[in-house]
């Protein structure tokens, strides 16, 4: 049985930043956008799977059958840090310095995912608090506030805002590190509206929040780091 | 690496386009899941939870019929169905937590009855399960696929059917759903 809404999924998300995001910076790309970043979504995508299967179901991790359904569960940060390392590891190989190219990447990425977010639309529907104001997700009765669209909306803010700064002389790094404390904010704060089962926070709350606190203390040190190595040179 | 030239760089986003356009549109005008199931019938107990009752068509029907009043969820799995494995710890969670306003009961089908019971013990299932041996519940229900969810309110309409494995977020939107 063919899953039409991920297939769309992931039409959408490979296809509408390879059209509507400007070109990246060409000294960054050894190659075209789709070929450089469609190997760290790959590697992102099964570590992301393993990940959710080794928490969930251990048992399963032995069974291809069992590993190949990525609508059952795909952890994100997990698939996000070995995208990342995927990179950095091709990065070398094509003697581009990894931070360079990782910043380049930051606007298509956060785009691609708030195509992901955003096409729930074309999944089940997009689930929320019920709300007078919200759409009607697949079979259900109640509209409801699509926090996944609005989330999208954030991601591709995010996306305008790391890319303008990156033009006006942020370093690769703090990029990048800004990009990702922005991502898992926005992560974070969509999850308090998402539907959930039970009390307490869900596993992709949490670890968008740690990842939020962690990331956001990476690029205040990055950025301090930076502003000394500056001042010793004015100096 | 030679550059692509402007005009052919212009259509390929244009068949890019075009192919998400057919794509989209594909599953935006996809058929909506049959609905039109309603249960009949003499009321029939709920089995014990716990077990597995062999239950015919029915007596299946029966049981729902029983349950008018209270919101029902009905899930069809089989033992050897990857995202069952998935998803029945989520359902349990769900019995658990919301036991008193939604029941839940699963339909194991198409399977052999003591690989189910394994199933279940392996998952630690709680909420009650019926066996469906002849095949009929699943054909009554019009099954597509494993796993398959139907959701009934508690004026026994079946008010949406998913097919495939369900995630927490489209679980939850049912039961805001059910309450709202």
């Given at each position: 049985m063919i899953d039409v809404g991920l297939l769309a999924s992931i039409a959408i998300v490979l296809i509408v930043p390879a059209i509507f995001v400007p070109p990246w910076p060409t000294s960054a790309a050894a190659t075209g956008l789709l070929d450089t970043a469609g190997g760290a979504l790959l590697i992102g995508l099964i570590v992301g799977r393993?990940?959710?299967?080794?928490?969930?179901?251990?048992?399963?991790?032995?069974?291809?059958?069992?590993?190949?359904?990525?609508?059952?569960?795909?952890?994100?940060?997990?698939?996000?840090g070995a995208g990342m390392a995927w990179m950095v590891w091709r990065s070398n190989r094509d003697h581009i310095a990894p931070a360079q190219r990782l910043a380049a990447l930051t606007a298509p990425a956060l785009v691609a995912w708030a195509c992901y977010e955003a096409?729930?639309?074309?999944?089940?529907?997009?689930?929320g608090?019920?709300?007078?104001?919200?759409?009607?997700?697949?079979?259900?009765?109640?509209?409801?506030?699509?926090?996944?669209?609005?989330a999208a909306a954030a991601a591709v803010g995010a996306a305008i805002a790391t890319r303008r700064l990156h033009r006006r002389g942020m370093p690769n790094l703090q990029v990048v590190a800004l990009a990702i404390t922005l991502l898992a904010m926005i992560r974070s704060v969509a999850s308090i509206w998402l539907p959930h089962i039970g009390e307490g926070l869900?596993?992709?709350?949490?670890?968008?929040?740690?990842?939020a606190i962690a990331a956001t203390a990476v690029f205040v040190a990055i950025r301090i780091r930076d502003r000394r190595a500056t001042g010793i040179v004015k100096q | 690496m030679e550059a692509e030239p402007?005009?052919?760089?212009?259509r390929t986003k244009l068949f890019a386009a075009a192919a998400l356009l057919v794509i989209v549109g594909f599953a935006v005008t996809r058929p909506a899941n049959n609905t039109s199931f309603r249960a009949a019938g003499e009321p029939v107990a709920l089995p014990a939870s716990g077990r597995l009752t062999d239950l015919s068509a029915d007596q299946f029907e029966g049981v729902l019929v029983g349950l008018r009043g209270t919101p029902v969820i009905v899930n069809i799995w089989a033992s050897w169905c990857s995202p069952c494995r998935t998803e029945t710890p989520l359902l349990e969670r769900t019995w658990r937590a919301h036991g008193d306003e939604v029941m839940i009961i699963g339909v194991a089908s198409k399977d052999v009855a003591a690989r189910s019971r394994?199933?279940?013990?392996e998952f630690d299932v709680t909420f009650p399960n019926v066996f469906d041996s002849s095949g009929?519940?699943?054909?009554?229900?019009?099954?597509?696929?494993?796993?398959?969810t139907y959701v009934f309110g508690a004026d026994g309409t079946l008010r949406t059917t998913i097919v495939g494995g369900l995630t927490e977020q489209r679980l939850a939107a049912v039961l805001e759903d059910l309450r709202g």
């Amino acid at each position: 049985m063919i899953d039409v809404g991920l297939l769309a999924s992931i039409a959408i998300v490979l296809i509408v930043p390879a059209i509507f995001v400007p070109p990246w910076p060409t000294s960054a790309a050894a190659t075209g956008l789709l070929d450089t970043a469609g190997g760290a979504l790959l590697i992102g995508l099964i570590v992301g799977r393993f990940t959710a299967v080794a928490l969930d179901d251990p048992g399963s991790l032995t069974r291809i059958s069992d590993l190949m359904i990525i609508r059952s569960g795909v952890e994100f940060w997990p698939g996000v840090g070995a995208g990342m390392a995927w990179m950095v590891w091709r990065s070398n190989r094509d003697h581009i310095a990894p931070a360079q190219r990782l910043a380049a990447l930051t606007a298509p990425a956060l785009v691609a995912w708030a195509c992901y977010e955003a096409s729930c639309l074309v999944r089940d529907g997009c689930p929320g608090p019920l709300s007078s104001i919200g759409l009607r997700p697949d079979g259900l009765i109640q509209p409801m506030f699509p926090v996944d669209v609005v989330a999208a909306a954030a991601a591709v803010g995010a996306a305008i805002a790391t890319r303008r700064l990156h033009r006006r002389g942020m370093p690769n790094l703090q990029v990048v590190a800004l990009a990702i404390t922005l991502l898992a904010m926005i992560r974070s704060v969509a999850s308090i509206w998402l539907p959930h089962i039970g009390e307490g926070l869900t596993r992709q709350h949490k670890t968008s929040f740690v990842i939020a606190i962690a990331a956001t203390a990476v690029f205040v040190a990055i950025r301090i780091r930076d502003r000394r190595a500056t001042g010793i040179v004015k100096q | 690496m030679e550059a692509e030239p402007p005009g052919r760089r212009r259509r390929t986003k244009l068949f890019a386009a075009a192919a998400l356009l057919v794509i989209v549109g594909f599953a935006v005008t996809r058929p909506a899941n049959n609905t039109s199931f309603r249960a009949a019938g003499e009321p029939v107990a709920l089995p014990a939870s716990g077990r597995l009752t062999d239950l015919s068509a029915d007596q299946f029907e029966g049981v729902l019929v029983g349950l008018r009043g209270t919101p029902v969820i009905v899930n069809i799995w089989a033992s050897w169905c990857s995202p069952c494995r998935t998803e029945t710890p989520l359902l349990e969670r769900t019995w658990r937590a919301h036991g008193d306003e939604v029941m839940i009961i699963g339909v194991a089908s198409k399977d052999v009855a003591a690989r189910s019971r394994d199933f279940m013990d392996e998952f630690d299932v709680t909420f009650p399960n019926v066996f469906d041996s002849s095949g009929e519940i699943r054909a009554r229900l019009g099954l597509r696929g494993f796993p398959t969810t139907y959701v009934f309110g508690a004026d026994g309409t079946l008010r949406t059917t998913i097919v495939g494995g369900l995630t927490e977020q489209r679980l939850a939107a049912v039961l805001e759903d059910l309450r709202g």
